[in-house]
């Protein structure tokens, strides 16, 4: 009893997430706002995660710029 509720389980966990992938796929596919505010944080997130080597930025500055 309690292996199948278990599995049951998984199985339901799963498909939500499957669900809510899609679901936020299709949201963002249709609102211009959310995808270019989604590509705006994804683009800042790849600006901090960059190695610069031309300039030598503190963690501080970083952080600071990535929240400009």
Known sequence: ???S???TKTLI???MKTILII???VLLWQSTDARQFTSNILEGA???I???SNKEATIGE???SFFE
Do not use: A
Request: proline share 5%.
């Open 5 to 7: 509720f278990s599995r």
């Open 62 to 64: 970083k952080i600071d």
């Open 50 to 52: 960059e190695p610069d």
């Open 23 to 25: 679901v936020i796929g």
């Open 1 to 3: 009893m309690i292996k």
């Open 13 to 15: 966990s799963k498909n």
């Open 46 to 48: 790849s600006e901090f």
